[in-house]
Nanobody
């Protein structure tokens, strides 16, 4: 079992930046691929980014490429999402996810966090 706790959400103006964190506990963090998803009101959950166990491979959704960066610190059992050049359409609840591989994380994560709200004002 893996527990995931997100933090770092908040209100930011368009063009600003935020860094989300996801702290993991309960299992060997470095054995899991990690990812971020988001869900805006009235919309389906959307894949944002994923990273493999070592941090050597990363993947991004088309809407965030070039603006968001996923990274991880296995010594701290934490995955990060650096979000730059934020837009009002980035407003959503952001969820951390974990799975056995990046393919699993992107398609059907094994574990989810509770989410953190990001609001971008225009």
């Amino acid at each position: 079992q893996v527990q995931l706790v997100e933090s770092g959400g908040g209100l930011v103006q368009a063009g600003g930046s935020l860094r989300l964190s996801c702290a993991a506990s309960g299992h060997i963090f470095s054995s899991y691929a990690m990812g971020w998803f988001r869900q805006a009101p009235g919309k389906e959950r959307e894949f944002v980014a994923a990273i493999n166990w070592s941090g050597g491979n990363t993947y991004y959704g088309d809407s965030v490429k070039g603006r968001f960066t996923i990274s991880r610190d296995n010594a701290k059992n934490t995955v990060y999402l650096q979000m730059n050049s934020l837009k009002p359409e980035d407003t959503a609840v952001y969820y951390c996810a974990a799975g056995g591989s990046t393919t699993v994380v992107v398609r059907t994560p094994h574990y989810w966090g509770q989410g953190t709200q990001v609001t971008v004002s225009s």
